[in-house]
């Protein structure tokens, strides 16, 4: 397996633009996992989902930003609109229940 | 809810010093606890595990224990090395799933 992938690598928006970060998760793992990480607040937890169904959203920070997963190999984490703040570096990550997550090597946003 | 905390940092050691991080955490039932490595313009990989009490997780000579009591998870090495340096993170698989990480170490070894 070519582990968790996403996409783009680096992205640089303008302000007020949307911005749309991917992730194809490791087949069979049944939770996808979205964290932000910045200096100021480490890894942030923004949502996460078992079998395709959002579990907890309580960590995505504004109603600009919007995640679903329509099938079990795809998930996107969309801003509209993006901030200057929304930099960040942003992982998808994915595992089976209880065990390790497996990371991707995230997405670089840098909003100006 | 569920939390972890961990020392700040950075943490600056000679090469072959001892390490020593400390992670406490909050959660209801008996969550999973991991302790997972960053090098730079990567991703989190695992670097050890524990899933019950008085587990202990190793893995190239990082050792950390789970103290049910303490509610700690304290990552130790005897004798880290410049390869070592990297952002270290603890973190805490909760019983819904959810997946808790602290805000992390920066741990630089110098020769």
């Known amino acids: 397996d070519a582990g968790v992938i996403q996409s783009p690598r680096h992205e640089v928006t303008e302000m007020g633009q949307e911005v749309t970060l991917r992730c194809k998760p490791i087949?069979?793992?049944?939770?996808l996992f979205w964290y932000r990480q910045t200096m100021m607040r480490g890894l942030e937890l923004l949502i996460y989902f078992n079998n395709n169904v959002p579990i907890d959203d309580s960590g995505m920070p504004e109603d600009r930003f919007s995640a679903k997963m329509p099938n079990a190999s795809f998930s996107t984490l969309k801003i509209q609109p993006s901030e200057p703040r929304d930099s960040a570096v942003y992982f998808c990550?994915?595992?089976?229940?209880?065990?390790?997550?497996?990371f991707g090597q995230g997405t670089r946003l840098t909003v100006v | 809810g569920d939390s972890v905390t961990q020392m700040e940092g950075p943490v600056t050691l000679s090469e072959e010093a001892f390490l020593t991080i400390n992670c406490t955490y909050t959660a209801t039932g008996y969550p999973s606890l991991f302790w997972y490595v960053q090098y730079p313009g990567e991703g989190l990989q695992l670097l050890l595990k524990?899933?019950?009490?008085?587990d202990k997780g190793s893995n190239k000579g990082f050792e950390a224990t789970y103290r049910k009591e303490t509610t700690s998870f304290h990552l130790e090495k005897g004798s880290v090395q410049v390869s070592d340096s990297a952002v270290y993170f603890c973190a805490l698989r909760g019983s819904q799933g959810n997946l808790i990480f602290g805000k992390g170490t920066k741990l630089s070894v110098k020769p």
């Open positions: 524990a899933t019950k009490a008085d």
């Open positions: 087949s069979g793992h049944d939770y």
């Open positions: 990550a994915s595992s089976p229940p209880v065990l390790r997550a497996f």
